[in-house]
């Protein structure tokens, strides 16, 4: 599966913002999938992940902000991202797990195949 993520930009605190992530290849709908973070001086780190069952899963720290979902019929993968804060600022990474129906978990060794990142940045 080969990833694009896009949609980042600037906005204000308590903003709103949408990434989208367009996934190629035919095992999209069957991939879990998820949203990373890389913060300026910091480990990449989990945000959000969804199973090809379409259960959800979220950080602690984005959880009642941010919501992830797929269109399999379009093969995209999606984070909306409300009541935006400073502390979000960071590059997001889409992400797909390295085979399909796999066994779900957070950590990086799960995911096989990375979008390019997308910058959001939260002005305080």
């Known amino acids: 599966v080969q990833l694009q993520a896009y949609g980042g930009g600037l906005v204000q605190a308590g903003g709103s913002l949408r990434l989208s992530c367009a996934a190629s290849?035919?095992?999209?709908?069957?991939?879990?999938m998820g949203w990373f973070r890389q913060a300026p001086g910091k480990e990449r780190e989990f945000v959000a992940g969804?199973?090809?069952?379409?259960?959800?899963d979220y950080a602690d720290s984005v959880k009642g902000r941010f919501t992830i979902s797929r269109d399999n019929a379009k093969n995209t993968l999606y984070l909306q991202m409300n009541s935006l804060k400073f502390e979000d600022t960071a590059v997001y990474y889409c992400?797909?797990?390295?085979?399909?129906?796999?066994?779900?978990?957070?950590?990086?060794?799960?995911?096989?195949?990375w979008g390019q990142g997308t910058l959001v940045t939260v002005s305080s």
């Open positions: 969804i199973t090809w069952t379409s259960m959800t």
């Open positions: 290849g035919r095992t999209f709908s069957s991939n879990n």
């Open positions: 992400a797909a797990a390295k085979r399909s129906h796999s066994e779900y978990g957070r950590g990086l060794s799960f995911f096989g195949s």
